[in-house]
């Protein structure tokens, strides 16, 4: 429990970083958007304001999986950490969609023979203060996600990420269009259209494991020949069966049989069960939900 609690410390303490500069950097790109009349930056500070909301969705999803079992949650409360990370998903991909959709609307535009806007230097000093510190929030909180072993960690990390790589898009972008002028002014939408395909492809890579989780898919074959391995390990254990496992949250609910001999009296029958219970927890974290069932080997 006190593992669990500082692993819940961290988790919030990076995500509070994240909203803080989040919060900050969005205000400042909507500014630049706006003032430096580039489509592209405004499209990033959407983006920039789904990793506020993002933060917000983590940080909540942290408040409720620390929960400790209850008679509702015998399993606990790790899926909500889980929900918190299908939520993360299906925002990239509604940013991912509105930022092309617009991106489309002014290369209509400019297709069309309106005139677009060349985008102002503001625009540019944006992009570039947004690549540096969402790179550096980037490598932060993936080194805190891998850590603690947090889904919803992990893929806020990407979430920063998806939006340094959106601006350096943006960066392109802007930069072409006030190099080349009224000329070069649909540079500005085509880098918004890749920065939100860009999303997508983040948005998916986060959203599949997580509806995974949810749907109660077993876990990988890695992972699954880690367990064989492990009740393999003990000579105690002449055979095993009925391997089932699934991640809930951070965590991990582990069941199987054991098959010992029948001559096993019911003291090292438990013992041989604590020895497996306690190296699969070093392996899968100490929340891991574990049930082992002892049947008779007769040989």
Known sequence: ?????LRNKEAKKITLIGFWVNTLLTVFKIYAGILGGSGAMIAD???SLSDFLTDMVVLLGFKFSEKPEDDCHNYGHGKYETLATAVIGVLLFFVGFEIIKSGIRNIGAFIKGESLAVPGII????????????EILYH???IVGNKIKSPSIIANAWHHRSDAFSSIGTLLGIGGAIILGRRGAILDP??????????????YRILTPAINELMEASLNKEDKSKIKEVIGSNKEVKDFHHLRARKIGSGTA????????????IKDAH?????????????????SII?????????
């Not at 429990?1 to 609690?5: A, G, Q, V």
């Not at 625009?123 to 969402?134: D, Q």
């Not at 918004?192 to 492809?201: D, E, H, P, Q």
Request: net charge negative.
């Open 1 to 5: 429990m006190e593992k669990e609690t």
């Open 45 to 47: 500070s959407i983006h």
């Open 123 to 134: 625009a540019l000093v944006a992009a570039l203060l947004s690549i540096l510190s969402k």
């Open 140 to 142: 932060y909180t993936i």
């Open 190 to 203: 085509i880098a918004s259209i890749i920065v939100g395909l860009f999303i997508f492809k983040i948005a």
């Open 254 to 265: 582990i069941e199987f049989h054991i098959l010992v001999n029948d001559n096993l009296n």
């Open 271 to 287: 013992q041989v069960c604590d020895a497996l219970e306690g190296q699969l927890r070093s392996s899968f974290g100490e929340s």
């Open 291 to 299: 049930t082992i069932h002892v049947e008779p080997f007769n040989s």
